[in-house]
C-alpha cells in the first residue's frame, strides 16, 4: 500500500479514535461452519431476525450473540430442545465477558460439562490461576482491561487412497499416510471496553489428501497464503489473522486488519466468500434499526506470474458496499456493489475515487475512464414459520442488454446464482437440521483482462472455489445425538467445463485467473457460450463426519471422504477415498470441500 493510502488510514483511525470514548466494543467470532450454524438454528427457531447482527454480514459480535441468547431466555416462547439449551450455555460461555455473570441456564450445568470433570471448584474465595472460565486458558476482566489467551490446535493422522497409484508411465511413490499438525495461539480482549483486538498465529505442516495437495501446486494451500513444499509431497505454512476494533459512534463500528469478511447466508457465498487467503482491510459498519450498511476498502495480492515488481507481488484493491435491510422480522434483502481495481501502469496506489462511502461505483468507473472490474447484486433470506430460513444471491458481473434476454449464450452474460434453503428440525425430529443449495456461474464471470482486475486474492477466487462455468448440488445434513456427539454429512456434485491441459491459455471461463481475452470464440464468434462448456469434468464429493466434544472446543473429529472426477481428460479425471482421526482444540474444522 502506498505512502498516500497509509496516512490516510491513520488519519481516520486517529480521528475516529478520539471521538469512541463513549461505546463499549466487543471482538468477533471467527469464522466457524459449525458454530456460525448453531446461531443461524437458534434464530430460526426465534422466527425473527436478531437485533445487533444482519446473519447476512459476517463475522457476527460477540455481544450481539449473547444479546440474541439474552432475547430468547427473556421471551420464552421458544420451543427449545434439550440440545438447544445446550448451545445457548455453550455460545454464552464462549463469549461471556458479556453475559454479566449470568453464564449457564437454570436448566443445565454446562459448566461441569464443558471441563470434562478435570477441575475442581476451588476453595471459597479463591480463583485459579487458569481456566477461570472454560472457554480460557487464562483470562483477566475488568472495567480496564479483557484479555482472553488460547492455546489452539489441531493434530490428524489418515490415509488417502490416491497416493501411491500409477499414472501411466509415471509411477507415484508418495506413502498413502496423510497427517497434519496445527499449533498457535489466539488473543482477543478489549482496552477501558473501547477498543477491541483479536490476533491469531498458527504454524502448519503436514501431508494433506492428494486433492488439496493437488490445488496447492497450481494456486496456494486452500484458504492460506503462500505454502512451503516439503518431503513426500508435504505442505507448511503459516497462518496469521488479526485486528483492532472501536466504535465512534453508538451504530457505526470501524474494524482495521487482515482477516475475511463474508456476505451471504449459505454454505457458499458468490459475493464475497472466505474462500481465499486473509487480505487488508479497512471497515466500517453502520446499523441504524432495520438497516445494515457496510463499506468495504482492501489491498489484496496479484499472484499472477507476470505481477511481480523488485521481486514483490504486486497489489490490487477493491472497494465494496453492501447494505442490508429488514423488511420486515422474517424477510431481509441486501444490495452489492464492488469494484476491483489496480494503478500499477499509471503509478500504482489507491484511487481515491473509491473512498466515497455511498457514491454508485458505476458513476465512478464512468467518470475515470476506467476498465476497472464492476460487479453487482443481492442476497435474500426469508425465515419460515420457525421451521426454516430460505436464502438466495445474483450477482452480475457483466452485460450487454441486447444479448442478455435473447437466449443468445453471449460471452459477455456473466453473473452467478444461488438458491438454498435450511431445515431445522426435519421431519420432526429434534436436532435433526437439512441444508439443500444450488450454485450455478456463467463462464468468465469474475474474470477479467488480467490479474489485477479479476475477483481473486492470491491465486484463490473471492467467492466460490471452483471459479466459474459450473451448476453445483449440495445436501448436508447435521445432527446432535447427545450434548457431546454430533454427526455431519455433505454430499456435493458439480459439473463444471475445463480447460485444456495441452493449451494454458486457452478458456473455456472456468478458470478466473486466466484473462477473458483468452476465451473460446469457435461457438458462432462470441455467442452460445454454455455453462459447462469446455471439458467435461463432473464432480461427486461425500463427507461423512462425527464429531465428540471433550471439554469445550476440545473435539475428536472422525471423517471419511470419498471424492470422485469423471473426465475424458485424464488430467482431470480422480478419484480417492480418504479417512482421518484428529484432536482440535480451539480451532475450527478445516472444510475442503470442492
Not at 469464522?31 to 450454524?37: A, Q
Not at 441504524?288 to 506470474?305: E, P, Q
Not at 489507491?350 to 454508485?360: A, E, T
Not at 442488454?401 to 425430529?429: E, I, M, P
Amino acid at each position: 500500500m502506498d505512502q498516500g493510502i497509509i496516512r490516510l488510514f491513520k488519519i481516520l483511525i486517529l480521528s475516529l479514535l478520539s471521538l469512541s470514548y463513549v461505546h463499549a466494543q466487543s471482538s468477533f467470532v471467527p469464522f466457524n461452519d459449525d458454530y456460525y450454524h448453531l446461531i443461524d438454528r437458534l434464530e430460526i427457531k426465534r422466527g425473527k431476525f436478531t437485533e445487533g447482527f444482519h446473519s447476512n454480514v459476517k463475522p457476527f459480535e460477540r455481544k450481539a450473540v449473547v444479546a440474541l441468547t439474552d432475547s430468547i431466555l427473556k421471551e420464552g416462547t421458544i420451543n427449545l430442545t434439550d440440545r438447544d439449551w445446550e448451545t445457548i450455555d455453550y455460545l454464552r460461555e464462549d463469549s461471556w465477558e458479556w453475559t454479566r455473570g449470568m453464564i449457564a441456564t437454570d436448566s443445565l450445568k454446562y459448566d461441569k460439562m464443558a471441563r470434562l470433570g478435570l477441575f475442581k471448584d476451588p476453595p471459597p474465595g479463591k480463583k485459579r490461576k487458569f481456566f477461570n472460565h472454560p472457554a480460557d486458558l487464562y483470562s483477566i476482566h475488568n472495567e480496564d482491561f479483557d484479555l482472553h489467551f488460547n492455546f489452539t490446535t489441531t493434530n490428524f493422522i489418515g490415509g488417502d487412497n490416491s497416493y501411491g497409484l500409477n499414472f501411466g508411465t509415471r509411477i507415484d511413490s508418495t506413502p498413502s499416510q496423510i497427517w497434519g499438525t496445527s499449533r498457535g495461539v489466539e488473543i482477543r480482549g478489549m482496552i477501558n471496553e473501547k477498543l477491541g483486538f483479536y490476533t491469531y498465529v498458527t504454524d502448519s505442516q503436514g501431508r494433506y489428501p492428494r486433492y488439496v495437495d493437488d490445488f496447492k501446486q497450481k494456486f496456494s494451500f486452500p484458504g492460506e497464503g503462500l505454502a512451503k513444499v516439503t518431503r513426500n509431497r508435504g505442505t507448511d505454512f503459516l497462518t496469521a489473522r488479526g485486528y483492532i476494533t472501536f466504535r465512534p459512534l453508538k451504530s457505526i463500528n470501524v474494524k482495521f486488519g487482515h482477516d475475511h469478511n463474508v456476505f451471504g447466508s449459505g454454505y457458499r457465498s458468490l459475493i464475497l466468500s472466505d474462500n481465499s487467503s486473509p487480505y487488508l482491510f479497512l471497515r466500517l459498519d453502520t446499523q441504524l434499526g432495520k438497516f445494515h450498511y457496510t463499506n468495504l476498502y482492501t489491498s489484496m495480492v496479484n499472484a499472477s506470474k507476470d505481477a511481480f515488481t523488485d521481486f514483490l507481488r504486486s497489489k490490487k484493491f477493491a472497494a465494496i458496499h453492501h447494505l442490508s435491510v429488514n423488511l420486515t422480522d422474517r424477510i431481509n434483502i441486501g444490495v452489492f456493489e464492488a469494484e476491483v481495481f489496480n494503478r500499477d501502469s499509471v503509478g500504482g496506489g489507491y484511487d481515491l475515487n473509491y473512498l466515497n462511502p455511498i457514491i454508485f461505483y458505476r458513476y465512478v468507473e464512468s467518470y475515470l475512464g476506467s476498465q476497472d472490474n464492476a460487479l453487482l447484486g443481492f442476497d435474500f433470506r426469508w425465515l419460515v414459520a420457525n421451521k426454516a430460513s430460505i436464502y438466495s444471491q445474483f450477482v452480475l458481473d457483466e452485460f450487454l442488454t441486447k444479448y442478455l434476454f435473447n437466449g443468445s449464450g453471449s460471452w459477455t452474460n456473466k453473473y452467478s446464482f444461488q438458491l438454498g434453503g435450511k431445515y431445522v428440525d426435519a421431519f420432526g425430529v429434534p436436532n435433526l437440521d437439512l441444508q439443500a443449495e444450488y450454485n450455478v456461474v456463467r463462464p468468465y464471470t469474475y474474470s477479467h483482462k488480467d490479474g489485477g482486475r479479476n475477483y481473486v486474492h492470491y491465486g484463490q477466487s473471492l467467492t466460490h472455489p471452483l471459479g466459474a462455468n459450473f451448476r453445483e448440488y449440495l445436501g448436508i445434513i447435521r445432527y446432535k445425538a447427545t450434548s457431546r456427539l454430533s454427526f455431519y454429512g455433505t454430499i456435493m456434485m458439480a459439473n463444471q467445463g475445463r480447460d485444456p491441459s495441452n493449451n494454458e491459455n486457452m478458456s473455456f471461463g472456468g478458470d478466473i485467473t486466466k484473462s477473458y481475452e483468452n476465451r473460446n470464440v469457435d461457438r458462432d464468434g462470441e455467442l452460445n457460450q454454455k455453462i459447462g462448456q469446455g471439458i467435461k469434468a463432473s464432480t461427486a464429493y461425500t463427507d461423512l463426519r462425527a464429531s465428540y466434544s471433550l471439554a469445550h472446543n476440545l473435539f475428536i473429529d472422525g471423517r471419511f471422504l470419498k471424492r470422485r472426477i469423471n473426465s475424458p481428460d485424464e488430467s482431470i479425471a480422480a478419484k480417492s477415498t480418504v479417512w482421518s482421526l484428529a484432536l482440535r482444540y480451539n480451532m475450527a474444522f478445516r472444510q475442503q470441500a470442492y
